[in-house]
């Protein structure tokens, strides 16, 4: 019963913040922001049948970083930052118990690395003019922590390839794009995308799957 009620209010949240980030409604935005990972952090506590220590430090660290996100300021953005690479790192930690690094070899490690630290500089470059100097060395930071996730969360699938290891990564990759996106919308206000929407879309969507994938 606790795993129906995490999970429908992990969705109705979503679905009302996902209405007020469109409508630009900042107030009913922040009232909102908090439920979602707090109600998945929730679902997978009574859902797993082993819970691991890793993965709730890495929910409750992206909860915090949506709180730490809502007040504007650099500081503030810097701090939900911060929270959100540690989240990063306890996921990479929670993978590793499904990881066979064995099983790999450098010809299989390095192009996966590759392929992210490519993402990443071409994102930033498309960034670069739009960011505050004291911040472009952080967030590139940051966004390459995100990217060694996924390269962890390829890692377990080539290690235990099946239907669960496909969705985290499918999760994990979402994340990046919803940072990657997060970046433009905060940074670059000439372009396309206005509105926190897709951000939060990606997100939402990236970390339940990822959660489903563990679970």
Same mark, same amino acid.
Request: with cysteine; hydrophobic share 55%; glycine share 4%.
């Given at each position: 019963m606790a795993t129906v009620i995490f999970l429908a209010?992990? %969705? &109705?949240?979503?679905? +009302?913040?996902?209405?007020?980030?469109?409508?630009?409604?900042?107030?009913?935005?922040? @009232?909102?922001?908090?439920f979602i990972l707090a109600a998945l952090l929730g679902f997978y506590v009574f859902t797993a049948k082993h819970v691991l220590l890793m993965i709730i430090l890495a929910l409750?660290?992206?909860?915090?970083?949506d709180v730490l996100l809502m007040p504007k300021g650099i500081k503030w953005f810097t701090a939900g930052g911060i929270?959100?690479?540690?989240?990063?790192?306890?996921?990479i930690l929670g993978y590793?118990?499904?990881?066979?690094?064995?099983?790999?070899?450098? %010809? &299989?490690v390095i192009p +996966?690395?590759?392929?992210?630290?490519?993402?990443?500089?071409?994102?930033?470059?498309? @960034?670069k003019e739009h960011l505050p100097k004291p911040l472009f060395y952080p967030m590139l930071l940051y966004l390459l922590i995100n990217g060694t996730m996924n390269c962890f969360a390829?890692?377990?699938?080539?290690?235990?390839?099946?239907?669960?290891?496909?969705?985290?990564?499918?999760g994990a990759f979402l994340f990046f794009i919803s940072d990657s996106t997060l970046f433009f919308v905060r940074f670059k206000k000439d372009?396309?995308?206005?509105?926190?929407?897709?951000?939060?879309?990606t997100y939402s969507i990236g970390e339940l799957l990822i959660i489903i994938g563990l679970l």
């Open positions: 209010v992990f %969705l &109705i949240s979503t679905a +009302i913040h996902l209405y007020a980030s469109l409508k630009q409604d900042k107030k009913l935005r922040n @009232l909102t922001k908090p409750f660290f992206s909860w915090l970083g929270s959100f690479m540690i989240s990063h790192v306890f996921f590793m118990n499904d990881i066979t690094f064995s099983s790999m070899g450098l %010809l &299989i +996966i690395a590759i392929v992210f630290v490519g993402l990443v500089i071409y994102i930033f470059s498309k @960034l390829l890692f377990r699938l080539i290690s235990l390839p099946c239907i669960a290891t496909v969705i985290t990564c499918i372009g396309r995308i206005k509105t926190h929407f897709w951000v939060m879309l």
